[in-house]
């Protein structure tokens, strides 16, 4: 993947906004993508108000009860309205994983920025420490490290930067390095311009590109890891309608028949996952054509 | 920067060294952050104070840390892993058995993925632009994101407790044979085949179309090489090459990073023992365990990179990433 | 409303509370069958009832040892929870460990699933005249699988070294303040005495199965239980493998006579649901214990059935009595008043869980007092009541653990307390960091103004009510300092009569209705599964699972 990315960095960018703009519109993956992500975040702004149950309520003696006419994905294990929570559940993922992804990327293109701008020893130090961390399940970094500090949304969001931090650095890094090797770089510096101001000022506005799609598809991922993290356990709490929480929770019960306790929950988190990616594919597109 | 291959190895392979003893003392100081200790955590909550530094004492986790970390590095050295504190016995068994457990699921996915995703990238490349193409691309790119629990939840739903096809919990009786262990691992094993094949179907299709763009497949059909033998001998081995990277770069997550799925399957691979080592403040187990995984991600890049650095016509193999 | 689960064999069906404090009258064998049978009829209980009664709960019974009328030497499959860590007797805490324990090993006593003690290696039992000092007969003619006879010297050294604070024992708890090391006297090789700290009634409940952590061990165990699993137990271990499971095989020189099953065979679990489906997909006979919630399918499942045992596990929710907001009894008492108990049974438990009356009298304790009215939902008492204390309602934080129905309990109380307008804000942690420590000071659990801690099952109230609710218990994490009920407490535990136990009670129960450090909404049943056709499983609320008169059919 970070191959292609690269790819899409060193293509000359020489096509003017506009068209490429108009390009993105037209594309069939931007258009559902924009669809499926604009849908939660609408749902993650607006949804507890329109929701015709609170997400909320409990009702032990209607629990577990198949979806119906009242209940349209029927009741969790309290008896709680599962669509009314399924609509609402988008807000947790929807705060967490852009947070996430934003830390992470500006993290990440720094440190990218500085290894591939300054190379030498802290480019060496950099690319050994990025070597542990990409030689480590990042899944099991990221539950030992909140169990050491104890879950919350903002230890979420710092950890999920943390740990893609180093992935876009590569990424970026990679860029760069590719943008040193061309010629108006070293104009720059024949010119005498410093290291720093030709990292921000002549090498950065280049890569911006790649930057972006990395952080999209970084996006994806934090949604997959935000909704993987709240299914372990090391999300938002009960009683949060969130996705992966929902499913934890009603895991147990399906062997007796319950499945719509979670199959809504999923349906919902793959949907928005999806969505999220059909973006990140359709400006990759956009950007290396 | 020219070096032979000898000199090439002996420099990757001193990183890897290197790598894993720095992780290893990130794992030490992380160790150090976690809640607990080992004593209560094996005693409850409700055991006497007296009781739990007693256990302290006796498995030697009342000492200052850094002395358990020197003194574990001298077991190493001396090719000992070291000793349970949770269970009271040599880490290596369990090490060895859910590495082994790990192994086996990530074989059976990789079984199933490869060919699978392989066909469908080569065949998305020779239908490039057709609607086959597009439901391949796109059934790729939108199953590798979705979170393995939501797939696993739909498999369990569907084949598990629908169909009654196969069983859902990954776990097989004491005694049960190679077949039967199949029939446990084949649920579990498709989360992993979902997120991967869109990763190895995307290279494969790149691999083949920079394959069938590139001089020497012209010329082998100018040559008049049937359609099949160009495919076989110039494209596969094309797309074949960025599908050992993709594998490599997933050794970490295939081997170490199933927490969801063994939690859901139930599974005792390696990633649930770090986790349990972790709860359980069991330092040699916690330490062992990410160690291993570690090593097993170098090695497995190590190969990777070599084995393209053979395959590939240039002679020269990058840093690997 | 039409029973959900026809299927369940009740071991108590729900009575009235005259009723039920005379079968627990029956139980503890205060009153003989006749008299039961006598009494029953009086209270126009039916016959056919009556004589189930008597027929499921043999006063004179000793082992829970149905009539073997299975088939014998068949191998008997159980699911069982993972065992924690190493399985040492001394050290073992948790319910995978104590089962395997249990499955070699024995006790001087045993705590029948009605809560009667009967002779296991002890064959009789007597306090002095004030029950400072209880005297043991021990069986004779018992072995260890490695061959010795059991005699006084081994139950000296076993006890001694659970009483021992340097041995890392997990009985410390259990035996402070109680018995103390050195104060164990073997009289001949076939009597001990104990001489104990103070006068206690139900002191042989802490040598019975009760305490888990006290089978019977050589006397020169040397702390490697899992070489050599050297019990008196009816079966002997044949292999066990960390995290795997392990097997038994059948004891020829039992001294209860004849096991029936050649072999068992445990397989350990992580969670329930693999279990329940490895059952439902024959791979297991038994699943020692389930909770109602992921195993609604199972229990209405026609080829299957549930062995039932009333129990004492329970939550308790604890309100500090120290600082506020909670340090107005009135407060607490209205928080108490919005729970509708009753739907919290069914829908967390579908209804298989005894009422809690905010009191550790559990009914299934022959020491309840039936007699004190039970707590209900009223809102407008509530209300009155938050209006007393000059309270308009105010936000708090409810700190509870990540752990069975917990969470799900936890949210049910929110949404109660907001009929208030107590704002309750929930905090759920891993198990490990809700206990923290386990001191105060340093412990979610001890400290929280606002906590719900899991509590298992306990043959007598004693631990329950000295440890979480005196003045100087160590899990006091409500805070509550009341010195007439440190003083009906003490009364209570030395106490050696039932009458005279149920009489104090009935005291402590209104006390703590009035003052409510705690809220106790439910006691749930303790749930054994099995496939139909097997027979002779007995488990107990304990955590154990006896399988000597078992057969797989």
Known sequence: MSREVIAAGVVPEEAPQPSRWRLLRRSGGFRAGAAIVGFWALAALFGPMLVPWNPFATDPLHALAPPSAAHWFGTDQLGRDIFSRVIAGSRDILTIAPLATLLGTIVGSALGLAGGTLGGAFDFVLGRIIEVLVSLPLIVVALLALVAFGASPATTIVLIGLVFAPLVARTVRAAVLGEIALDYVAAAELCGESRLAIMFVEILPNVLGPVLVEATVRLGYAVFAVASLSFLGFGPGPPSPDWGLAIAENYGVIAGGYWWTVSFDAAATASLVVGVNLLAEALHQALAS | ?321 | MRNPFPLIDPVRRRQGPRENQLIGEFIAGQIGRRGFLRRGSALGLGWPLLAAIAGAIDPLGTLPARAATGKAGTTIRVGSPMPAGAIDPVTVGDAGGLLMLQQVGEFLVFDQPNLRLAPMLATAWKPNHDGSVWTFTLRKGVTFHSGGMMTAKDVVATIERLADPRNASNALSVFKGVLSPGNIEKIDDYTVAFHLDAPHGNFPYYLSSDNYNAIILPADYKGDFEKTWDGTGPFQIEKYTSKVGASFIANANWWGGRVLPARTEFSFFAGQQPQVLALEGGDLDVISQIVVQGAEGLLTDRRMSIIRLEAAIHRQVHMRCDIPPFNDQRVRRALALTLDRPAIIQGLFRGLADLGNDSPFAPVYPSANRDVPQRRKNIAEAKALMQAAGSRGFPVTLTTEHLLEMPDYAVLIQNAAREIGIDVRLKVEPPAAYYGSAAFGKSDWLDSPFGMTDYGHRGVPDVLLTAPLTTHGTWNAAHFRNPEYDRLVAEFVAEVALDSQRRIAARIEQLLLTETPIIFAYFYDYLTATRKGVTGVAPTANGELYLQSASAG
Do not use: C
Not at chain 2, 78 to 98: D, K, T, W
Not at chain 2, 174 to 184: E, I, S, V, Y
């Open chain 2, 1 to 321: 920067m020219q070096d032979g291959p000898a000199a090439w190895l002996a420099r990757r392979i001193s990183f890897g060294l290197l790598t894993l003893f720095l992780l290893s003392v990130v794992v030490f100081a992380g160790g150090q952050l976690l809640p607990g200790d080992v004593g209560r955590a094996i005693l409850g909550p409700l055991a006497d104070p007296r009781a739990v530094a007693a256990l302290d004492r006796q498995l030697g986790a009342d000492r200052p840390a850094v002395m358990q970390y020197l003194d574990w590095v001298l077991g190493i050295l001396h090719g000992n892993l070291g000793q349970s504190l949770e269970f009271r016995a040599p880490v290596s068994p369990f090490i060895l058995g859910a590495l082994a457990h790990s192994l086996r699921l990530a074989a059976v996915a990789l079984v199933m993925v490869v060919p699978l995703s392989i066909g469908a990238g080569v065949l998305a490349a020779l239908r490039r632009g057709t609607l086959i193409d597009r439901v391949i691309s796109l059934a790729g790119l939108s199953l590798t994101v979705i979170p393995e629990f939501v797939t696993s939840i739909l498999v369990i739903l569907l084949f598990g407790v629908w169909l009654r096809w196969l069983p859902i919990s990954a776990t097989w009786r004491a005694g049960t044979g190679l077949l039967g262990q199949l029939d446990h691992l084949i649920l579990p094993a498709i989360p992993l085949v979902v997120v991967l094949f869109g990763y190895i179907a995307r290279m494969a299709r790149a691999g083949t179309v920079e394959a069938l763009e590139a001089d020497y497949t012209r010329t082998a059909i100018l040559k008049g090489l049937s359609g099949a033998v160009v495919i076989r001998r110039h494209v596969l081995r094309n797309a074949l090459l960025p599908t050992i990277t993709v594998i490599a770069a997933q050794t970490s997550y295939l081997v170490g990073g199933l927490v969801v799925v063994e939690s859901l399957f139930r599974y005792q691979g390696i990633g649930s023992l770090i986790l349990a080592a972790a709860h359980a403040r069991d330092f040699p187990m916690l330490e062992a365990g990410v160690l291993s995984v570690g090593a097993m991600t170098i090695a497995v890049t190590l190969l990777a990179d070599a084995l393209t650095a053979f395959l590939t016509p240039a002679p020269v193999p990058g840093e690997g990433g």
